[in-house]
């Protein structure tokens, strides 16, 4: 149980394009779900929380009319990265949690690793 | 500031040996504590949690870990490492009560298990 997945696993594209990366949870319903950077050979930072049906919660320093992130229902959520650029390179992951109170564990996706050239 | 530390960027450890990857936390409040690990080019997966109850917290693959309140730390542990225990470790914390449940992240250890 309590599976995520992402697609695509890893995209390459041009610069200037837009990206939209999938986050679905498979067995359970995700009130929350959040989108995580990493960098090589660093920890997650957090991007944004978004909560279904409405407006994610963006973390400060993250553009959101370049990551834009859209909760559309209990299992999906989506993020599209916005003319990409040679520096928005990195590994994204999402998760998922099934409620809204504090005990409950975060479950990730494999992560998309995206490379614009 | 509220954060977490892994005071050890890699930990190397003969295979069968026992393992202990650190975590310290400087939080206000009772925090949730958690253990994740991530295999190379893999998302995160979840190892286990402490919430309340009993200190010592048993999780996925063997692992367990000790919360303790007076030192604020909550070091990983197994008796016997195995080889593909190799892996990337985090520690991370969540803060209560917080609108968004965020969780703050410790660095990362490397966990290194040499046959």
């Known amino acids: 149980g309590a599976v995520v997945s992402q697609h695509p696993s890893w995209v390459i594209c041009k610069s200037g394009t837009s990206v939209k990366i999938e986050c679905r949870s498979l067995d359970f319903q995700a009130t929350t779900m959040f989108w995580y950077r990493q960098f090589p050979k660093q920890s997650l930072m957090l991007m944004a929380t978004?909560?279904?049906?409405?407006?994610?919660?963006?973390e400060q320093g993250v553009e959101k009319d370049k990551f834009l992130i859209n909760h559309a229902s209990l299992t999906l959520s989506t993020l599209t990265v916005t003319s990409a650029h040679p520096e928005d390179s990195s590994f994204y992951i999402c998760?998922?949690?099934?409620?809204?109170?504090?005990?409950?564990?975060?479950?990730f996706g494999p992560g998309t690793r995206l490379t614009v050239l | 500031a509220q954060s977490v530390a892994q005071p050890e960027d890699q930990v190397n450890v003969a295979e069968g040996n026992p393992l202990t990857v650190k975590c310290t936390y400087s939080v206000s409040g009772n925090p949730y504590l958690f253990w994740y690990v991530q295999y190379p080019n893999r998302g995160l997966q979840f190892l286990l949690k402490y919430i309340t109850g009993d200190n010592l917290v048993k999780g996925s693959y063997g692992f367990e870990a000790e919360f303790n309140k007076s030192q604020t730390s909550f070091h990983l542990k197994k008796p016997s490492a195995l080889v593909s225990d190799s892996a990337l470790y985090f520690c991370a914390v969540r803060l209560t009560p917080r609108s968004n449940y965020q969780l703050i992240w410790g660095a990362g250890t490397k966990l290194i298990i040499k046959p």
């Open positions: 978004s909560n279904e049906g409405s407006k994610a919660t963006y």
């Open positions: 998760s998922a949690s099934s409620g809204a109170t504090s005990t409950d564990t975060q479950y």
